[in-house]
């Protein structure tokens, strides 16, 4: 059992100082996942990370079963799980796992509401059970307790072998009126405040988003933490930023927020994958 490594994983030190669990499939490669931590899925921000394939599910590490969902019987009868028949094992670092869309069939009979697993042990094959447009795929979540808050489960997991190539497309400002600028072709704007918006690459979420205005940092977004404040869910930034905030369009991610004044300015984006890959964008902008 790795301890006291997830205030570590969140600051993101180091890789070896980041791992605190294993991944519950036995292979986990960026091929395998059809869904990522911080995604547009379902009008909604995903905490999931979600495979394609059915395959064998296993702990990610020593823990106690609190949970067992069938979606085959009447024991969450009053509502449908979205995750369909599942399982919550809770771990002694605070923080609860989560495996959803699984064959309730392959179940062991004798789990239930207080299993002891060891770290690798066999929970069940992923099925087809959960709300993923027929899809056999583990749905896989991290959540804190403490903080009520769901975490990146890659933050706390050992590094995926090769992460894609982190892209942007066209870049967008969006001013308070909700109009958008592509500034790949239109670098003349009033001055003012706007969100910046790239155009979304397929399933791939970056982990890291660094915005700055002339050499100084406007805004740093982190895709590590999905949480609760004043009533609004979404990531944090200079700011929480809600599910409007954060995809307006289903086409459109957040990028960060900027304030510019009257003159030439130099807009940089920078885009780090959890490898801490990156990717830097240059807009010279004529602010009249």
């Known amino acids: 059992m790795k301890k006291n490594i997830f205030a570590a994983a969140l600051a993101f030190i ?28 379902g009008g909604c921000i ?24 069938d979606d085959q019987s009447d024991a969450f009868g009053w509502f449908e799980s979205s995750l369909g028949s599942a399982v919550i094992v809770s771990h002694s670092d605070g923080l609860s796992t989560v495996y959803g869309n699984l064959n309730s069939i392959s179940m062991h009979e004798s789990l239930d ?34 903080n009520l808050s769901y975490v990146n489960p890659k933050i706390l997991m050992p590094r995926i072998a090769k992460e894609p190539h982190l892209e942007a497309g066209p870049v967008f400002l969006m001013d308070k009126n909700g109009n958008f600028r592509n500034i790949n072709t239109d670098k003349r704007l009033p001055a003012g405040t706007y969100f910046i918006y790239k155009t979304q690459q397929g399933k791939h979420v970056p982990y890291k988003t660094i915005v700055t205005v002339n050499g100084e ?10 949480k609760e404040s004043y009533g609004k869910v979404g990531l944090t930034g200079n700011n929480i930023y809600s599910i409007k905030e954060l995809y307006p369009q289903k086409d459109k991610q957040l ?34």
């Open 14 to 41: 180091s890789v070896s100082s980041a791992i605190a669990f294993d991944w519950p499939l036995s292979e986990t490669t960026s091929e395998t996942i059809s869904s990522e931590f911080g995604q547009l899925r």
């Open 46 to 69: 995903s905490p999931s990370v979600i495979y394609k394939e059915d395959a064998e599910v296993h702990s990610a590490d020593d823990g106690i079963v609190i949970a067992v969902i």
């Open 113 to 146: 509401g207080k299993t002891q697993l060891k770290e690798h042990d066999k929970i069940a094959t992923s099925g087809n059970s959960a709300w993923q447009e027929e899809s056999n795929g583990l749905e896989f979540q991290v959540y804190d307790k403490k």
């Open 217 to 226: 940092t406007s805004e740093t977004i982190t895709y590590d933490i999905i």
């Open 255 to 288: 990028l960060g927020k900027i304030q510019l004044t009257k003159g030439q300015s130099t807009l940089s984006i920078t885009l780090i994958n959890i490898q801490e890959n990156s990717t830097l964008l240059n807009f010279k902008l004529d602010i009249y």
